[in-house]
DNA sequence: CATGACTATACACGCTGCTGCATACTGATC
DNA sequence: GATCAGTATGCAGCAGCGTGTATAGTCATG
């Protein structure tokens, strides 16, 4: 194994990937590994493959043609976060959790809350009516009234306490 | 090595140390591991000095006593987030950049921009006047009237591009 | 059903970060 | 200067992630 690469991240080379798919209309993998690397970034068909898949991508019917060309499919992605993710990242970053009647108060690295409401967000976790982020601060709005103890023994065990 | 633990995340350690450091007056690596324990969390007394030292803890002098506590230094840290970590947080986050006039947009991935921006602030990077984080970016402000170039150039070099 | 183009995946492996252990270092006290 | 309490750090090992290689799977076409 060369391992020439990991010089590009991972986040940027698929946000590449987003954009060589908009202006691109492409049919193969390989056609996707050529065009990242006149962008500079080398990768495999193997990497595209799982790329293609985390980003969310399909094959589309092109209309009018018979061709499949690559799109990323943009709303879907945003309820189907998958739950290991979310695990990741709330064991990764949740630091507390506490609550009030219907608000769950979780406390995060100073920066790092809008990851953390935004994974939630993405997730689609039960009962959720919204969340807010600060800087260090998430606060989570139960559908129940007093939804605040239970959402914060879920998160909590998301999280891994 | 047992290494029972990594059952719960560096940053929540820390938070705990912060929170210990407060509530008690400790003056020894040896008790913050007791008292951590009593927190459900365990560590030895290697990782509490790593830990004292990057969140910014001192050993101040108790005034009318002669012990010496360790608290933590609230201001200096907002100043001095160090280079490689702002190397690491941009290299990670920053999947694009571009600029105009005295403006630098960077484009992160979904609700990471404030991680970004928060990364930027604490590290007091040259000619930065200020910058705003929404979801996916985050804009830099340059002092000079044409900075953006620079600036741009001097943020897409520190992400490693 | 054979073939070929294309894609997904099992496997192996390198890299990095985190941590504990053991030990070197430091500073105070006698 | 010897001793001792307390702290920092070199070293090694582990875990997890990301990636390439090789290969298995899939699907359309003849």
């Given at each position: 194994m060369s391992y020439s690469g990991a010089r590009v991240s991972k986040a940027r080379r698929q946000h590449l990937l987003g954009r060589v798919l908009a202006e691109h209309a492409v049919t193969?993998?390989?056609?996707?590994?050529?065009?990242?690397?006149?962008?500079?970034?080398?990768?495999?068909?193997?990497?595209?493959?799982?790329?293609?898949?985390e980003v969310g991508a399909v094959k589309v019917r092109v209309p009018g043609s018979d061709r499949l060309v690559y799109a990323i499919a943009e709303l879907p992605r945003d309820q189907l976060l998958p739950?290991?993710?979310?695990?990741?990242?709330?064991?990764?970053?949740?630091?507390?959790?506490?609550?009030?009647?219907?608000?769950?108060?979780?406390?995060?690295?100073?920066?790092?809350?809008?990851?953390?409401?935004?994974?939630?967000?993405?997730?689609?976790?039960?009962?959720?009516l919204g969340t807010v982020a600060g800087d260090d601060t998430v606060l989570i709005v139960s559908e129940e009234p007093r939804g605040g103890k239970a959402l914060a023994a879920r998160v909590g065990e998301i999280a891994g306490r």
């Open positions: 193969s993998q390989e056609q996707i590994v050529e065009l990242l690397a006149t962008e500079g970034v080398t990768a495999t068909q193997a990497t595209v493959s799982r790329d293609l898949e739950e290991d993710h979310l695990r990741r990242v709330l064991g990764e970053w949740v630091v507390d959790v506490a609550f009030s009647g219907n608000i769950v108060v979780v406390r995060t690295p100073p920066g790092s809350a809008h990851v953390v409401a935004s994974a939630l967000d993405r997730s689609a976790l039960e009962g959720v």
